[in-house]
């Protein structure tokens, strides 16, 4: 079981940034992939943006985020950013970052954070 915490979530305006970082009690070279995932009120989770350690493929983004959002990993840190840029207030949820140790022809996100609150007021 990975543990992972997350922290930078808050409140900005409109066309503001924050970076996310999730923090995990293993290496992160080792896990499979990694990737932030959202959930807004009243909405199901979402696929926010992810990192296929294992294909070693490009970072995958959700079509509402590409261009604005950047996820990236620090290995020597044992860390997974997602840096936020261009905030909108549909980007208000609550964002959790996941670590998958499994694959099947797909990542398999099977552990998870607390989640780091981010809200954007227009």
């Known amino acids: 079981q990975v543990h992972l915490v997350e922290s930078g979530g808050g409140s900005v305006q409109s066309g503001g940034s924050l970076r996310l970082s999730c923090a995990a009690s293993?290496?992160?070279?080792?896990?499979?992939?990694m990737g932030w995932f959202r959930q807004a009120p009243g909405k199901e989770r979402e696929e926010v943006a992810f990192i296929d350690n294992y294909s070693r493929s490009s970072p995958r983004y959700a079509d509402s985020v590409k261009g604005r959002f950047t996820i990236s990993q620090d290995n020597a840190k044992n860390t997974l950013y997602l840096q936020m840029n261009s905030l909108k207030p549909d980007d208000t949820a609550m964002y959790y970052c996941a670590a998958a140790d499994e694959y099947h022809e797909q990542c398999i996100f099977n552990n998870w954070g607390q989640g780091t609150q981010v809200t954007v007021s227009a």
């Open positions: 293993e290496y992160t070279y080792s896990l499979l992939c």
